[in-house]
């Protein structure tokens, strides 16, 4: 889907050597869920839900990594604005009713944008490196998030958590698949045709470039901040629905798993190559990992070993795969 | 404009102003709290972050990063601890190999294999510390106990009040300042961290330097994570964890580059000690968790900023 | 001549950075329907004052008047709206998008840029690749047309013909040319003399960031136009050496240093053969893309031949690094010299730099020995170390100087200079020829591309011409006249051969 939206007269051949990587992560997907389904045969429409909830949180961390990466920086704030949001909406939530608490939902992504907002600004005006900025920012969000709820607590209506946690269209279909479709439908498929998303990739691709090109490079910089500051806010709020609580320490496995699910997805850390249908597929296949391992009844204390060596292998053969196509 | 010019080119300087207003600013809040005991404390605290960070400098200056240091102090402790029946030189020795291993795996990925050193690096703290919890689980028969000597390394004091493990870190920063400085590899360091492509095209194998470099920062990382569990005298599975990130901080403070291969493992050793009375500040000033977490990052961005403003030209 | 109003005032434009100061009072009046010619030595501020004009930088003082009225420039998009539109000597497109991606991000209209493509006889580019995957040509041609689809009132081109074939830069004067007939005007900057004097109507030239005078170059007056750029003193110096004639070394015959065989590598570089003789210059004389490139990598270690021999002092050799090209050595100066230098580090580090990549030099460094070597170079290539605590703070012709220092510090017997001029002053010019000729009289080989034919009989014993990836043609360099090689240069030679 991503892909039509370039419009430029497409040549088969060419399509499959500029997404190459995205379709093999798609077929790498396809594969493990064959996998699954021939290791445990009563593999089904409960399991395709619990693998859509774990999944839902990292690919939206991943979503929220992404933005940021591809205009050339990074964001360590990730994990601990998911946080603050989660906190924030499970303390907000708590004994409130459905038509409540999809304002507070509101009145929390308009936060996580203002976050954002907050981090790209500090990042272009103070001129001190990004992974520094979000370095100290994480610091600072992670006691943010500790303030508003000391220890996991909170609540939210029934009907807010089955948005993300019931299987409405279809049981085949769960709610948190719907959901990630949506927000990634809604938020960043328009961008990514857009002036503004171009300027996006420019800036992660050549920044000079894009400066004499006529690009504000600040402001688009804030910007790719501040959608990924929504973005981590929907993580969030994700994070309350399909666990029912806030949790101030929730987010800090989302940072680093963001950053290394989408390189899984095929997003360059130099900045300005890759796309978001990558990274949202390596999101559950790094969640089917530990799945699989008890399916196997491995004890999933392997599964962080396997996380790790999954990518590992995956950075040595994108880095040869680079090596090879140099001429050199 | 002279004064700025000063500071430009004696960054040093400046750290160590900001550290004695800290140890002022304690001083102030509790009178009497700055004693040759609180020298030691702070000192015995810094020592484990100061080694740790050495690695994270080498590594720096050549525009990478290891995120797998803390992990790798953290396995380094335990599997000695664990193996500290066997004799206290072999745990010891295991230890350090763990730092050796891990290090060089690093190397490999990033000299020869051209991997993001961001990103392998994670990988290998994934691996390093479910390789840890699946071998606590499997592996330890016997309790872990942190040999004798160990701990009189991480906590001794001999003539009073100067910590055992200064001893240690004093000769690492020596070597570590002098050869930055006087060394061909260290002058390669610097070097790759400019322009990689440059150094090849004189002749440099840059992926020999990497591949010492890496391994050289998981040595470190052990060798902080065995001095870490002298100075806590146990080893679990989280020790060193939570010291990832202020050894990026303390190399940042310190004024080495990310970018640019600039800075020097002096800066790092009193952005270490900054850190760590920054710290005890806040302890004596008896601010909640939340409320310390938050100034930490703040004080941290406040003088990476007011670093880069200093430094830079325009 | 009547003043006619000009369209373009700029005055006492000053810029400084930090200690620098890169323009210290400007002043430039383009005429409409007029193409303005730049001029200077390498630090007198031209690029500084493009930058300044289109945005990119913000000046400390002066102003910028269009049509009269005064202008504020904060910005390259602010520029664009007034009618100023630059083509820089890095192209400004992004490598990861699509050449319509990129039109889409300026809003340029691209049928426009498809018409003026096709007027510069580039009609032939996939607007669906990547920008990275063109080549630097190409890009160039892309970047003017897409400038020019902005119908800006003033163009700036910096350097434009630098990286052009001869037949794309006369296409490229004719298409400029033409918007005189409209009123509009050309800035053009350009290091080649030959080039003002035929196409451009009147030429500022500026010397340490001052503007010292205008001249109309269409009057012969060229010879005023390099006195105003080097200074009084300066201009008597190069001129002494223009009339000194080089020193040839005997070319008789002597056992060959180099000797290169069928070497193959990409489709670029198809069957080339010669060799090189201790204390000899050999000359490549090629149009943009005939191999010269890969010639050069392959015999530095950089890229690995696919075919053919290189044998240094008669042993077969295979480089697999540079590191190897260098032991057997083979050194290279490249084109870029930031692909060569340390940017933020010490003239001395830069210099010292190949002394200290064998891993049995890592250990501790012998100061005073590595002093003593790097004053020698730098002494004997006559650096300027003003500026030396930081590379990137010296001239262009310094830092290829340092870039050329390293190779007499650590010592070589074949030197690869690839276009060591380009975008030169004519003083650091004269003085790296000079040095060349010196090096070959004191038994060394030089292997030297030069993009500018015309310096090639100045520098070298002998030219071989390459021609779609194949020697078509080797010269004594005393009848290599740029016409000849010209000739040569495009294939004319072997067709008639054949």
Redesign the interface.
Known sequence: MVVGRVAIPFVPPRLVRRHGWTIGVYALLLASLIFTVAIHPTYGAFDIKSLALGALPLALAAAAQTVVVLSGGIDLTVGPLMAVTNVLAARAMLHSNFRDALLIAVLVLILGCAAGAFNGSIVVFSRVPDIVVTLAMSFVWGGVALLILEKPGGGAPLDFQNLAQEATLSPWVPNALVLLIVVVAAVWMPLRGSRLGLALYAIGSDRTAAHASGVNVPLVRILAYTLSGVFAAIGGLALTMTTGIGSPLSGSFYTLSGVATIVLGGVSLAGGKGGMLGPMAAAFILTLIPADLIFLGIDPNYGQVIQGIVIVLVVMVGGLAALRRKPA | MTVRRYFQEHPIVVLSLLLLLLVGVLEAIRPGAVTPNWFRTTVLFAAPLGILAAGQTLVMLTGGIDLSVANVATAAAYIMASNARHGDLQAVLLGLAVGVAVGLVNGLGIAVFQAQPLIMTLGMALVVTGGLTVYSQFAVTSVPSVPGFIHTLGAGTVLGFVPVSLLLWAPIAVIIVVGLRRTGFGRLLYAIGDNAAACRLAGVRVWQVRLVNYTLCGLLSAIAGLVLAGTINTADLGLANTFLLPTVAAVVIGGTSIFSGSGNYSGTIIGAMILTVLNSVLTLLDAPEPIKQILYGAIILLLATAYTRVLSDT | MSELSPLLEVSSLSKR??PVIALRSADLSVRPGEVHALMGANGAGKSTLVKVL?G?LRPDGGTIALRGKIRVIA???EA?RAGLM?V?Q?????????V???L????TPVEAVRRWLSELGMSGID??V?TRDLPPPSLRLLDLARALAAEPDVLLLDEITAALPADLTTRVFDVVGRRRAEGRSVIFISHRLAEVSVFCDRATVLRDGETVGVVEPARGAEAKIVDLMLGPVAADVARAEAQRAPIRSGDGPGKSRLEVKNLRA?SMLQDVSFTVRPGEVVGVAALEGQGQGELFDCL?G??KPDAGQILVEGRATSFR???D???AGLV?V?ADR????????SVR?NI????????T?????N?RSERRRVKQAIERLQIDTRAQAQVRRLSGGNQQKVSIA?WLAAGFQTLLCFDPTRGIDIGTKRQIYVLVRELAAAGSSILLFTSELAEIPLACDRVIVLFGGRVVQVLPANVADESTLLRAAHGLAAEAAS
């Not at chain 3, 890095?90 to 699509?98: E, F, K, M, N, Y």
């Not at chain 3, 930031?338 to 580090?345: E, G, N």
């Not at chain 3, 010292?352 to 891993?359: D, E, I, K, M, T």
């Not at chain 3, 030099?361 to 460094?365: A, Q």
């Open positions: 950075f930090g289109t990119v910005s390259p998009a664009r630059p820089y890095d192209p400004a497109l992004i490598p990861d998008l699509t319509l991606q990129n889409r991000l300026t809003g607007f669906g990547l990409g530095a950089v890229r690094h540079p590191y090209a260098i032991r290279l490249p930031m692909q060569a230098l340390l940017r933020q580090r580090e010292a730099l190949p002394l200290v990549s064998r891993l030099r890592w250990g501790l460094i100061v390293r």
